[in-house]
């Protein structure tokens, strides 16, 4: 089973290009397109699959704090 959580864009890379550096350091390419710095995104392992809600992640983040 994989734990996917949403992680919060810190930079947009210029090289290699279309690359993310997110909050927790990792590097990944985006599936999604439009991000922003700020936006949050669902990241498995290296990729962004799903741009999520600042409301969403609280509640996905509530939710493994209490182990739910």
Request: charged share 30%.
């Amino acid at each position: 089973m994989c734990l996917v959580v949403p992680l919060k864009v810190r930079k947009k890379l210029l090289e290699p290009r279309g690359q993310l550096l997110m909050e927790d350091g990792r590097i990944v390419r985006s599936l999604v397109k439009n991000i922003k710095v700020g936006d949050y995104l669902i990241c498995q392992q290296d990729l962004a699959i799903e741009k999520v809600s600042k409301n969403k992640v609280q509640l996905i983040r509530n939710a493994l704090q209490k182990g739910i």
